[in-house]
């Protein structure tokens, strides 16, 4: 083999590590960007959309930096604090307005509140010790169900109102014993004006 086409041979081997060889500074450029792109995903203070890495950039351009938005002369803010705040909103109801909005979709439905079977346990303990061997029809039961809905519903409309007499917004046991008591001596009152009105 002569020794010139060796030498042709070494030559294009050099050429061809050479082109594929890998410049150290290219490295440590991506892998700085790297590492600062993955510090940043780390840091939860601010967005990451709001933050510019260019991990493509080439190796003879200056190494790529972090860029924020310049604050805006009007606000004083910068576009990254208004996306950090943007971010930490939660949109979140007041416990009243979501008492409110349940109270209306309850009132415009007209099926029965309280679970049957519960209401049905509850009616025949009370009926228990009238007599042991009492049974209830499904009919009766639903007659009960329907009037004690009404009742408790206007019973707890009055301690609602007891509760804002007495300059509160939670509805405590005595205000409940107040209407009940009140309701009682009415009820008394009518039964009074009833006899009344037979003799």
Request: glycine letters at 4%.
């Amino acid at each position: 083999m002569p020794t010139g086409g060796s030498s042709d041979f070494n030559d294009s081997i050099s050429d061809r590590v050479s082109s594929t060889r890998i410049d150290p500074v290219r490295i440590s450029d991506d892998s700085s960007r790297e590492r600062r792109a993955t510090r940043l995903r780390r840091q939860n203070a601010f967005d990451i959309d709001s933050v510019d890495i260019d991990l493509e950039e080439p190796a003879s351009e200056s190494p790529s930096t972090v860029s924020y938005d310049q604050p805006n002369n009007s606000g004083g803010e910068s576009q990254l604090t208004r996306t950090r705040n943007k971010s930490r909103r939660i949109n979140r109801y007041h416990p009243f307005d979501l008492a409110i909005r349940q109270i209306r979709q309850i009132q415009s439905t007209t099926t029965l509140l309280i679970p049957r079977q519960p209401f049905e346990r509850l009616v025949r303990e009370i009926a228990q010790p009238m007599g042991p061997e009492l049974r209830f029809r499904g009919e009766a039961i639903d007659a009960l169900q329907e009037s004690a809905e009404p009742y408790l519903i206007h019973l707890f409309q009055d301690s609602i109102l007891s509760a804002l007499h007495g300059k509160r917004l939670t509805t405590m046991l005595r205000d409940l014993q107040l209407v009940m008591r009140i309701r009682e001596r009415e009820q008394q009152r009518k039964a009074c004006d009833i006899n009344e009105m037979e003799y």
